[in-house]
């Protein structure tokens, strides 16, 4: 049996920030959030540990019934967030912004595989930022999948 999706909300002056840990699958409920209000909101992705279709359905649901007066903005996505992002419409809410994320890459030097948190602004051209091994220290990283792709919610 898998957990529950928990959802922590913090606001702060008119900005509001929703963090999410766990699953976003067909037992999500997004009824707390919904009637969220406040000038900003930003979507914390960062304990999100699956995303399933009935969650994706879910969760496009919640975002066509937010205040479109709002600006959103989404953090700390992990990959299949951003996977999620690229292939699904209405994933995210039009005229949001993805501002921070963690991108694939991988060091042929000690066989790691490694999630390595970018801001949007890292990335230019659609093209993957340069990063060193932490472990290894001189090599560099490569990235790990088709940047065109991966990249495509950064417009």
């Not at 995303?51 to 996505?77: A, H, M, P, Q």
Request: aromatic content about 12%; glycine content about 4%; overall charge negative.
């Amino acid at each position: 049996m898998s957990d529950k999706l928990s959802i922590n909300i913090k606001t702060e002056n008119e900005a509001v920030i929703v963090l999410f840990k766990g699953p976003i699958d067909e037992d999500s409920n997004f009824d707390e959030i919904s009637k969220i209000t406040g000038t900003t909101v930003t979507f914390d992705f960062n304990e999100v540990t699956l995303i399933n279709s009935c969650g994706i359905r879910e969760w496009v649901n919640f975002i066509e019934k937010l205040d479109s007066s709002t600006t959103f903005s989404y953090i700390n996505c992990r990959q299949i967030v951003i996977e999620q992002i690229n292939m699904v419409k209405g994933f995210i809410r039009e005229g949001a912004r993805v501002d921070s994320f963690y991108a694939p890459y991988y060091c042929e030097g000690c066989d790691q595989e490694f999630k390595i948190h970018l801001k949007y602004t890292d990335v230019t051209n659609q093209e993957a930022p340069s990063v060193k091994c932490t472990n290894c220290e001189d090599t560099e990283l490569e990235f790990d999948a088709i940047e065109a792709q991966y990249f495509q919610f950064i417009k």
